[in-house]
């Protein structure tokens, strides 16, 4: 037992290691209006913190992440973090009506989740209804503090997120199935009752 010593204490501090580097990365999505000029003609749109593509996130592997989703847009929202795979944080993967009750207006969530044994360029968007047209941003989790690349260091990092917009606007073409969703949303949620009541009330403070 006095041999194994040595080795446990090894074991326990690689394992805390990771925890005691993570550092915490909040953020604040305001999910809303605006109005935007594009193909020669202007309209409304639904965007995060008043800006298309949204605001980036930029974190480093192992940490924690916390984003307040603020909905004071007109229609339902959830946040899907595209790539990150949620290691013992299903509940945060954002496709609405899956993992979570949808965020409705008037409402705030604030998801939470970490990023170990990640690295590269991914992105998040919208999971509800066609809001993902418009509600975007890169999502960049870069090496740990100390760690080399896998490839020679870049001289600039340049994030490059590409959309497509239609003329018309598409979240109208989706009411009908928003209202489908708002008819079922209390039969869908009677197994998520703690987390319907949550969103309800305003979500998770931050």
């Known amino acids: 037992m006095v041999q194994l010593l040595p080795a446990l204490v090894a074991l326990a501090l690689l394992l805390v290691r990771p925890v005691a580097d993570a550092a915490m990365a909040k953020y604040t999505f305001t999910v809303g209006s605006m109005q935007i000029s594009q193909l020669c003609s202007s309209t409304s749109i639904i965007a995060v913190n008043g800006q298309l593509p949204g605001p980036s996130i930029e974190v480093n592997e192992g940490d924690d992440v916390a984003v307040k989703v603020v909905n004071n847009s007109p229609y339902n929202v959830t946040i899907h973090w595209h790539g990150v795979l949620q290691l013992m944080t299903p509940w945060a993967d954002g496709p609405s009506m899956v993992t979570q009750c949808p965020i409705q207006p008037s409402s705030s969530y604030t ?21 993902r047209a418009t509600v975007y941003g890169a999502f960049i989790i870069r090496p740990r503090r100390g760690n080399a690349y896998p490839f020679p260091a870049p001289d600039k990092e340049v ?3 590409l959309g497509n917009r239609c003329r018309s606007c598409i979240v109208s073409h989706s ?11 209390t039969f869908s949620c009677l197994w998520m009752r703690l987390s319907c009541h949550e969103q309800a009330s305003g979500g998770t403070a931050m």
Do not use: M, N
């Open 111 to 131: 998801y939470r989740f970490s990023v170990p044994g990640q690295e590269g360029t991914l992105w998040w968007h919208a999971h509800s209804s066609f809001l």
């Open 159 to 161: 994030p490059i997120v």
């Open 175 to 185: 009411l009908l199935v928003i209202e489908d969703t708002k008819k079922s949303l």
